[in-house]
């Protein structure tokens, strides 16, 4: 883009970036907020795109399984998401029925999964307080309605702190200030010495100093089959694809794990067909590949796909390690609040 262009891009998209920000801070300012029976954890951020939530997710419902926890998810882009609905497994049709994240959070978690957009009506129609001691918010920074114990902020320590703007300029849902609500900022990153990372740091004590901060270093937990058997990365030579908010930081950490001769990306939610696959199979073959790797996100959409054709699919699962003092005053956080 030349300088004119750019300098002319700002002009018309910067009233409405603030336009847009003030919108939102008045929005959720007069929402009313409903006190529930039981804790309530929400997990959210400010960006736009995939900024490593649901790893969070799933890492809260595994550390609190004694209290059996719920997730109420939004269920974006789903066939249940006006009505609400329970995620079930033996669905035709998990994604389009339930979401992405959803169906990918029930082949991770033991814990129930809803979804439906208005999740104070979820909580409501399927009596979940009397059947659960924890509720946990997927994407619940911006969906104010329900109180909670806490309010956990994600930010992607890999994104430039200093070029951070509301949509449309930039990719933040609202602006920085609205970091005051959280009641604990998790920054996440591959490399937690990075100078991003010390940059939000020191944003994010500027603006919320008294605010509990941590970094959760990201991390390739495992590449492995359908049947949870790991590969070895020095025997095979592998391929990747994924669908997601954020794909270079996807292709990143398989770049760290092993040699990769081919990457695709697709769009975030990108709704995949059998031409996909067989396209994506017969550059692999092309380039010698023995086997490609994804995303647990897209994993359980193209599965069936992949077993039809005969050809190796294996899913990369990421998550976070966190200091013990985080996990600590989780616990903390959450006791209070029963």
């Not at 929400?42 to 595994?62: E, F, M, R, Y």
């Not at 994993?299 to 699962?317: G, N, T």
Request: charged fraction near 25%; glycine fraction near 6%.
């Amino acid at each position: 883009m030349t300088p004119i262009y750019r300098d002319l891009f700002w002009v018309v998209l910067l009233p409405v970036s603030w336009i847009y920000s003030v919108a939102v801070a008045l929005a959720l300012r007069i929402r009313r907020k409903t006190h529930t029976k039981i804790p309530v954890i929400s997990v959210g951020n400010l960006h736009l795109g995939g900024t490593g939530k649901t790893p969070a997710v799933i890492q809260l419902s595994a550390h609190f399984r004694k209290k059996k926890p719920a997730i109420l998810s939004r269920g974006y882009r789903s066939r249940f998401t006006k009505r609400g609905a329970k995620v079930e497994k033996n669905s035709l049709s998990g994604p389009r029925d339930f979401g992405d994240e959803p169906w990918e959070m029930s082949f991770s978690t033991s814990s129930d999964i809803f979804v439906g957009a208005d999740r104070l009506n979820v909580l409501k129609k399927f009596d979940i307080q009397s059947s659960h001691g924890l509720i946990i918010l997927d994407d619940g920074y911006q969906h104010v309605q329900i109180s909670r114990a806490v309010n956990l902020l994600i930010i992607p320590g890999d994104e430039n702190p200093w070029e951070s703007a509301c949509f449309p300029l930039g990719t933040l849902r609202e602006g920085l200030g609205s970091i005051k609500r959280a009641s604990l900022v998790g920054i996440t990153a591959s490399d937690p010495q990075s100078p991003w990372v010390e940059d939000w740091k020191q944003i994010i004590s500027q603006i919320a100093p008294s605010t509990p901060l941590f970094v959760g270093v990201r991390k390739l937990a495992s590449v492995s089959d359908a049947k949870g058997n790991e590969f070895n990365s020095q025997t095979t030579r592998f391929g990747a694809f994924c669908g997601i908010g954020r794909p270079q930081r996807f292709e990143s950490d398989i770049t760290h794990w092993a040699r990769m001769d081919y990457f695709k990306s697709y769009a975030d939610h990108h709704a995949y067909t059998k031409d996909d696959v067989q396209e994506l199979i017969k550059k692999a073959r092309a380039c010698s590949i023995g086997a490609l790797i994804t995303t647990s996100k897209d994993f359980y959409k193209v599965a069936d796909y992949f077993r039809e054709a005969d050809f190796p699919l294996l899913v990369a699962r990421t998550g976070y390690e966190f200091q013990p003092d985080f996990w600590q005053l989780m616990n903390q956080m959450v006791e209070q609040a029963c």
